[in-house]
């Protein structure tokens, strides 16, 4: 009775939280009949919600504890239970259906060993306390095919979806839309290989407006790299069956056709896109990355910035920020949100920003801060002026404003030269002021990060509402960061090194990264904290012997 009393009581609890308690539970417990008992009310509240079995529930809790890997290994679920990986593979069963109900992606790497990741649909389900459904992709109008085939390719080049499912939801958006004229043409291509690649061609036609498509385009779309090579190899010799039914052909370059790069042709234009030029992604899209191909990352920070960062996503949340805009619209104030994100490099203001628009469902358009600036009289003015008006044009299709980012925008913000009168400064000081006539009608949300404080122009400093400053981390927050970048080691160890070492997480990102390099050139997988060392010496060395270039 006590027992059916305490899952009542769970039934008000978010799956994070169930999901949470399971893992505090189990945590630093062998699978035993004792630690599986005592989270039984938790793995079963977990189950129900989400319509899986127990079992399933429990090992699924351990898997999202992995949630940032992009390859989750049967040791780290092991290593979790402190249990050997046979004991893992016990509960298959569960692990299958994870799979089939797409909790779970599953891969095989180049040696045959088994691997998985968790689609990011699963983990805004989880995060939102909602139920995850598995999209459906049969009749959909073209707008949303176009969108998912966008979607369902970025995930492939990114290793977000293993090669079998990948095919399977490609067939699925094929053949579930027999009345659009794209989907249509599409069925009758019958050889799998041949569908993948002029399905893959198509989407870099239609989103990025591609007339070179080359052979690093077309790479991560098969599972082994052989194909791939087979396939480049008839594509480079014109015998492709997709060359030799008229539907590719070589890019041509000065009048020359490029023997390493492709095309549709027109025919197959006429073909397969009609009514598809007037809707498809504008010039504008190519500058925006979108949220579904932002992988998510846990970031930590003091509490203070963690609070404004709270504050600013809740505030980009859509609903929310309807109703924000409506408000400062009904007191005659600036709808836009201009940002700054300053503080020493590698501290998390980029990815911060990366974050933000990945929960939110927010895309990022980003501005190439060098190429504004031109040696052509007033050109640079007119690149300036160009940034804002393809923001505001893309804002007027999308269903939600993207953020404009303004990436290590030190030059641009720092103070304005006063009495200009070599060309250069008035060029700077053209750019600056066109910036910021423009953020007092802007519209939407603009970031901007940068390493200055102390010279950063007044004007610009008055215009920005959410000023957020990114401190290097402290020992605690470091130790955070060094355990997620580096989970083989211990929490003492990741201490240890967080209070010998003042490293930006930058910095920590970097040495981690060296580390896996590392392994794959030795073959030897495990980390050792000598050679962390080594790399943190290295890292040190950089560190002290860097130096400041730039306008400002």
């Not at 794209?182 to 069925?187: D, G, K, P, Q, S």
């Not at 015998?239 to 023997?259: N, T």
């Not at 925008?409 to 103070?415: E, F, G, N, R, S």
């Not at 970048?485 to 490293?503: D, G, H, R």
Request: proline share 3%; with cysteine; charged share 25%.
């Amino acid at each position: 009775m006590k027992t059916q009393d305490k899952t009542q009581d769970l039934s008000r609890c978010s799956q994070i939280k169930l999901i949470d308690s399971i893992l505090n539970e189990m945590r630093e417990k062998e699978m035993c009949e004792e630690s599986i008992e005592a989270a039984k009310p938790y793995i079963r509240a977990f189950a129900e919600r989400v319509n899986m079995s127990e079992e399933a529930a429990m090992i699924f809790a351990a898997f999202f504890d992995c949630f940032t890997y992009s390859r989750i290994r049967y040791k780290d679920i092991a290593g979790f239970y402190e249990c050997n990986q046979v004991t893992i593979l016990t509960y298959w069963p569960a692990i299958s259906e994870l799979v089939k109900r797409q909790y779970l992606n599953e891969f095989k790497d180049s040696d045959g060993e088994q691997y998985y990741n968790i689609p990011n649909e699963v983990i805004e389900a989880v995060r939102e306390n909602k139920t995850y459904t598995p999209k459906n992709y049969s009749n959909i109008s073209l707008e949303q095919w176009l969108g998912e085939l966008c979607i369902l390719m970025n995930k492939k080049d990114h290793s977000r979806i293993s090669y079998d499912k990948f095919e399977e939801c490609l067939l699925q958006l094929i053949n579930g839309n027999p009345h659009l004229v794209i989907a249509r043409e599409l069925a009758t291509i019958k050889d799998k290989t041949d569908l993948i690649i002029f399905a893959a061609m198509t989407n870099l036609y239609i989103q990025n407006h591609d007339e070179h498509i080359m052979r690093s385009d077309l790479e991560d779309l098969f599972e082994h790299a052989w194909e791939m090579r087979n396939q480049a190899q008839l594509l480079e010799c014109g015998s492709h069956p997709l060359q030799e039914a008229g539907l590719v052909e070589h890019s041509i370059s000065d009048g020359q056709a490029e023997k390493n790069a492709w095309m549709l042709t027109k025919s197959a234009k006429e073909r397969f896109l009609q009514g598809i030029e007037t809707i498809a992604s504008s010039d504008e899209d190519r500058y925006v990355k979108t949220p579904d191909t932002i992988v998510p990352k846990q970031l930590f920070f003091n509490p203070s910035v963690t609070r404004q960062i709270a504050q600013l996503e809740s505030l980009l949340q859509a609903d929310q920020f309807t109703k924000v805009q409506d408000n400062l619209t009904k007191y005659g104030m600036r709808r836009g949100f201009a940002c700054i994100f300053y503080g020493a490099p590698g501290t998390g203001k980029t990815e911060t920003v990366l974050q933000l628009a990945h929960r939110t469902g927010r895309g990022i358009m980003t501005v190439d801060v060098p190429n504004l600036r031109s040696k052509w009289v007033g050109d640079t003015e007119k690149n300036t002026k160009a940034i804002f008006e393809r923001y505001r044009n893309y804002c007027k299709r999308a269903d939600l404003a993207p953020i404009l980012l303004f990436n290590e925008a030190d030059a641009i913000l720092c103070k304005r030269k006063e009495g200009a009168e070599n060309s250069v400064d008035k060029m700077e000081n053209a750019m600056q002021n066109i910036i910021l006539q423009e953020l007092e009608t802007l519209d939407g949300i603009l970031i901007a990060t940068t390493n200055l404080t102390g010279n950063l122009d007044t004007a610009f400093e008055r215009r920005f509402l959410y000023k957020i400053e990114f401190p290097k981390p402290t020992p605690e927050e470091s130790k955070h960061i060094w355990h997620t970048m580096l989970p083989e080691i211990s929490e003492s160890q990741a201490f240890e090194l967080a209070k010998q070492y003042a490293f930006s997480g930058g910095q920590i990102e970097n040495i981690a990264r060296k580390q896996i390099v590392n392994a794959v050139l030795t073959g030897n997988e495990s980390i050792e904290m000598e050679s962390i060392r080594e790399a943190c010496k290295t890292e040190l060395f950089k560190a002290s012997n860097t130096r400041r270039i730039g306008f400002c």
